[in-house]
């Protein structure tokens, strides 16, 4: 079978999306299938098909659609905002560029946001399973970011509009956590039945092997490593963890954090750091590749996130048999279990950071006793092969539904 993967936003990047469309499209292409990905370049110059050596220019596009688009947009007092006519003109350009590069082609489409759901529902045909996966919500984080001014704006009720139909647009939209589904059932007013939750999955026998692989970072004699393994984004709270971070230099310095993930606030960040006199125990270490083998070496997982649905550095932490401090936030309270698998604090509030980064520090019975059970948890919770065995359920369900019965999934991958 040929299926899509297609994604509003740029592919290859750092993060968890990437992550999930990496292990789906691996997956299915040890099965037999040809997999293909769609997604905006990380050039952010042009949509383009991963095995293609064509793609389409955004700018172009922008260029011919413009004069016609705007103006028919400006007419209407409630779109009369320029954020949403622009939202409204790129999700022209990504079903334009969706033609233009063959998503009529394939057998199955399996989208990885609601805005490419809503382009991808109005151009593919129309016996094409669409399966959606919702990784996050789009309207809260630009709500968070300041993009939306307040939730009296238009802007508030355009966005949530595309949340609305982002999910309600496919066959069967996937969430990875109850939170999720929750949020987008009492927030946005979707039907849970348009809803199935399947939490996420790893490759836990790969990450562990990747565990022992040789990296260039020593270990620093008689100090614990704390690690802080997210992209470098306003929601991942790291600003807040660096002011944890100077309250814990005042009780003791037997410690390191090492800040894996990059991202846009690297420098407001590095500049927080020096601000805080946290030059000697806070190492920026950028986006890496050998984050498995770099977690071998850590003491301490910590993630101070604002939103979370089902991280990844979580999942990782655990299956790596390391104690998590993170925030009680969306879908980690499904994740983590405070004081059993984990000590959970108030996100945003430093104070609650700080002092759970301290207690596990200082109470070791307890900082193994969370880790062995991490481990126990994680190792069992975030199988890849049930998180593919659930998703290929739905796969199967929607074209018997679509073929009324006529076209068969293969459920299990050739040996």
């Known amino acids: 079978m040929k ?3 297609a994604s509003f936003f740029a592919l290859p990047s750092i993060g968890g999306l990437w992550t999930y469309v990496q292990q789906l499209k691996q997956y299915l292409e040890r099965m037999g299938h040809d997999v293909d990905v769609f997604a905006h370049h990380p050039e952010k110059r042009s949509y383009y098909m991963f095995h293609q050596t064509n793609d389409f220019d955004i700018k172009k596009a922008k260029t011919q659609v413009s004069p016609v688009f705007s103006p028919a947009y400006y007419q209407v007092d409630s779109l009369s905002d320029p954020k949403i006519a622009d939202m409204e003109l790129q999700r022209c350009i990504y079903e334009a560029a969706a033609l233009h590069l063959g998503v009529t082609e394939y057998d199955i489409i399996h989208t990885q946001d609601i805005i490419s759901t809503m382009a991808i529902a109005r151009v593919k045909r129309k016996e094409t399973p669409l399966i959606a996966t919702i990784h996050g919500c789009y309207t809260v984080e630009i709500l968070e970011n300041g993009v939306i001014s307040s939730k009296d ?61 040789a990296d260039e970072f020593v270990s620093p004699l008689d100090k614990k490593i704390i690690a802080c393994v997210a992209r470098l984004h306003k929601l991942k ?24 993930g990059a991202g846009s606030l690297q420098k407001d960040l590095e500049r927080q750091s020096q601000d805080l006199q946290l030059e ?71 104070e609650p950071l700080y002092l759970n980064l301290k207690r596990v520090m200082e109470e070791e019975t307890l900082r193994h006793q969370i880790a062995d059970n991490a481990k126990e948890w994680g190792q069992k919770q975030w199988s890849l092969e049930m998180m593919m065995k659930r998703t290929l359920a739905v796969y199967e369900k929607a074209l018997q539904k679509k073929h009324k019965g006529g076209k068969r999934f293969e459920l299990q991958p050739k040996k």
């Open 3 to 5: 299926i899509l993967l």
């Open 153 to 213: 704006s238009p802007h508030w009720t355009y966005s949530s509009l595309l949340e609305y139909y982002g999910v309600t647009a496919s066959d069967v939209t996937i969430v990875p956590s109850q939170w999720m589904k929750n949020l987008l059932v009492q927030q946005f007013n979707v039907p849970s039945h348009y809803m199935k939750v399947i939490p996420n999955g790893m490759d836990i026998e790969r990450f562990l092997k990747e565990m022992e692989s």
């Open 237 to 260: 709270g790291h600003h807040h963890l660096l002011e944890a971070l100077a309250r814990l230099k005042n009780e003791r310095t037997d410690w390191v954090c090492w800040i894996i």
């Open 280 to 350: 000697e125990h806070v190492m920026f270490l950028g986006a890496r590749n050998d984050v498995a083998a770099l977690l071998k070496k850590v003491d301490i997982c910590t993630l101070p996130s604002l939103q979370e649905n089902c991280p990844y550095s979580v999942m990782e932490a655990q299956v790596a048999g390391k104690p998590i401090v993170a925030s009680a936030v969306g879908g980690i309270t499904e994740m983590v279990q405070h004081e059993i698998t984990g000590l959970l604090s108030p996100p945003g509030q430093e």
